[in-house]
């Protein structure tokens, strides 16, 4: 008889571990989500992605508000291994002790380093060279579990959190794919973490999502693609909140030496396409911004109409 399996997730970076459990034929016999939420403007009502998959397929869909005092359906349904993937909510030790293989969790980080919510974010923005998953037991403290198994991916100079968060989350189906059989045996093995090399990720506060211009261009860079698409970096400019989505560092060896008295924040040059910027150690291009009620637009297609921006003011 096939081991009973349920799955936890919510994030569109569980849909692929979903997804290949369903496609794998296991015995999947319950998924857990967040409720159903208003999205958009319009407030329209909208399922999980992983609750739209497991309804396809007939699966028993539980969406507890807090896991955390309403856990009696998952109990009842007496699954032998529980796995997570970007669930949402902390799981408590009630639920961690139902199934006895055990809870598994794909994390999307080489832990022990970005243990925590934003772990992709946190990544990119300071500027690491690669990441990648881990599959780790969970418990009580946050992912701090035994690690299974880990893969790499390199962090490319244009990968923003939405392109890297893809990757991952494709990543981490198919180390779940290589590694599940065996931990369906027990006969994984079990590696503790480094609490030395533990770093933290938290989710991003609204004060992280600020842009400071007294960091460094590529600073400034790291932390416009590692909040893209979501939750965005914003800055002011007369008041009006303005999020930056895109932008480059410039290259130019001048660019400090000719702006060096002017404070940070300013605009040094309105190009046909970018809006240069001070920054510690130089200029920063903005390429694609978006103003208070405004849809996102490239620079270049902004400023084919009503420019609110001035050379030598500031943002702040």
């Known amino acids: 008889m096939k081991e009973r399996i349920v799955f936890m997730g919510t994030a569109?970076?569980?849909?692929?571990?979903l997804k290949m459990l369903i496609e794998e034929d296991y015995n999947i016999v319950g998924v857990v989500?967040?409720?159903?939420?208003?999205?958009?403007?319009?407030?329209?009502?909208?399922?999980?992605?992983?609750k739209v998959e497991a309804l396809?397929?007939?699966?028993?869909?539980?969406?507890?508000?807090?896991?955390?005092?309403?856990?009696?359906?998952?109990?009842?349904?007496?699954?032998?291994?529980?796995i997570t993937a970007a669930y949402g909510q902390i799981v408590p030790q009630a639920v961690l002790d139902i199934p006895r293989l055990g809870c598994i969790n794909v994390h999307a980080s080489l832990l022990p380093l970005y243990r925590g919510g934003a772990p992709v974010h946190q990544a990119i923005i300071d500027g690491q060279e690669k990441t990648g998953v881990t599959i780790m037991y969970m418990v009580k403290k946050m992912d701090a579990g035994d690690m299974i198994a880990?893969?790499?991916?390199?962090?490319?100079?244009?990968?923003?959190?939405?392109?890297?968060?893809?990757?991952?989350?494709?990543?981490?189906?198919e180390l779940l794919k290589e590694t599940l059989p065996d931990i369906l045996k027990g006969i994984n093995q079990r590696i503790p973490q480094d609490e030395?090399?533990?770093?933290?990720?938290?989710?991003?506060?609204?004060?992280?999502?600020?842009?400071?211009?007294?960091?460094?261009?590529?600073?400034v860079y790291n932390k416009v693609r590692g909040t893209n698409p979501w939750p965005g970096s914003y800055t002011t400019y007369q008041g009006k909140t303005v999020k930056i989505w895109a932008?480059?560092?410039?290259?130019?060896?001048?660019?400090?030496?000719?702006?060096?008295?002017?404070?940070n924040?300013?605009?040094?040059?309105?190009?046909?396409?970018?809006?240069?910027?001070?920054?510690?150690?130089?200029?920063?291009?903005?390429?694609?911004?978006?103003?208070?009620?405004?849809?996102?637009?490239?620079?270049?297609?902004?400023?084919?109409?009503?420019?609110?921006?001035e050379v030598d003011t500031k943002f702040e």
């Open 12 to 17: 569109s970076f569980s849909l692929a571990v």
């Open 33 to 50: 989500t967040q409720p159903d939420r208003y999205v958009g403007r319009k407030k329209v009502l909208t399922m999980p992605d992983v």
């Open 56 to 82: 396809k397929y007939d699966i028993p869909v539980i969406q507890p508000a807090r896991i955390k005092e309403d856990y009696q359906a998952v109990a009842d349904l007496k699954p032998d291994l529980i």
């Open 150 to 173: 880990q893969k790499e991916t390199p962090i490319l100079e244009e990968d923003t959190v939405g392109i890297l968060y893809d990757r991952l989350s494709d990543l981490g189906a």
């Open 196 to 219: 030395n090399l533990v770093t933290y990720a938290p989710t991003l506060s609204r004060e992280d999502e600020r842009l400071d211009w007294n960091m460094s261009a590529r600073q």
């Open 247 to 263: 932008g480059q560092v410039h290259q130019c060896e001048n660019a400090m030496k000719h702006h060096a008295h002017q404070d």
């Open 265 to 309: 924040g300013t605009i040094v040059k309105i190009f046909k396409d970018a809006i240069g910027v001070k920054v510690n150690d130089g200029v920063y291009l903005i390429t694609e911004l978006q103003l208070e009620g405004k849809k996102r637009m490239s620079v270049k297609d902004y400023l084919n109409g009503h420019c609110i921006f």
